[in-house]
């Protein structure tokens, strides 16, 4: 890729990883090497096992099962927060190759929020991208500031929910939300 920019995909609507997803199959299109990792997400969801099948991604799963975080004990969240470190260790190291077209981070806007990961990592790759590297961060914002991000960024999308069925108690659907 000639020159890649940032993508930033947040908010409480629907759609961002779908997002994030079609961008990965549009470069694979044309040959580019794409790298996902998606924080806070277990390698089950519907797209993943289509994504990880197409020639010329490399997929950084999370190994075991990852609870909602904010029902944790201060301890528990820390064993996360070091679970979550090493696999960004290992991305990041990808990422700074510059071997990769398009890196996609799936809500990874989670995880700076969070503070999951340092926050000045995160930072660190949105500034220091190899040139030619499209990079895409999802997530929620959880209406915290976010402007560090999103100045940083060359594409800013944000998906604002006005409905949907999670509102009224219904769970995740496979093949739609999963």
Known sequence: MEKGCIQLYYGDGKGKTTAAMGQIVR?????????????????????IRVIRSLPGVEYIP???PIPFLFNL?????EFYRQKFQKSFDQVRQKFFTGAY??????????AYNLELVPREQILEMMEKKPEGTELVLTGHDYGMDIRALTDRA?????????????DLGQGCRQGIEE
């Open 73 to 77: 004990t201060p301890e528990q969240q």
């Open 101 to 110: 077209d398009l890196v996609v981070l799936d809500e990874i806007i989670d």
């Open 154 to 166: 060359d594409y800013v999308t944000k998906f604002v929910k006005e409905k949907h069925p999670f």
């Open 62 to 64: 999370n190994e075991g």
């Open 27 to 47: 470069c694979v299109g044309h040959g580019f090497r794409v790298l996902l990792y998606q924080f806070l997400k277990e390698p089950t969801s519907g797209e």
